[in-house]
């Protein structure tokens, strides 16, 4: 499973975020179906090629993992810079009420996966097609062009379990506690309560 993408370490930091329900408001901004996809795919790995590089990985030993959930923040704490968030976590549903988790160890490297014997809840199946992606930088410029531009403890990709979800969403974790959503597909920017 190790295999070396570039040159940067990072820490892994283990952590748990709390449940979040949905507000049931418009969005914040409107849905933009022109919205850029993936970052440039001359740079080194954009956050949507080092997920799928953790999606294929876990899938190459558990062919039926469906992703869940990836829960990234800073080594540095509270950050308003989208590429300090280094430290990732990302969580797979497996048969038999199981669900694995893998962190990272570097940018596009990960651990091996720890299978735990229950179900992670919560979360609906990110059907993974990243081409069809917002990538994470693109969603945060959306979030500070809407006026979200203050420190964030933690950024959680997932699917919440919700009446009328029907997209993953970037959850920014506010370090005052608030939590803005961007979802993948569509860009619209929401509020979480």
Known sequence: MKKPLTAIAIAVTMFSLGSLGVASAAPLVPANPQVNRAANP????????????AVSEVRAVYPDAELLEAQGRSSAGSTD???????????????GNRHATVDSTGWGTFSDPIVI????????KITWTPEEFLDIRAA???????????????????????????????????????HIAVGLADGAVVQFH
């Open 42 to 53: 001359m740079e080194t790995l954009s956050f949507l090629g080092m997920a799928n590089v």
């Open 81 to 95: 810079d989208v590429t300090k968030v280094t430290d990732w976590r990302f969580i797979f549903r497996l048969s």
């Open 117 to 124: 014997d229950r179900p992670w809840l919560g979360d609906q």
């Open 140 to 178: 945060d410029e959306r979030l500070k062009n809407a006026g979200y531009t203050g420190d964030y403890k933690s950024v959680t990709l997932r699917k919440p379990l919700y009446p009328g979800i029907d997209e993953p969403y970037y959850i920014f974790n506010f370090a005052d506690g608030g």
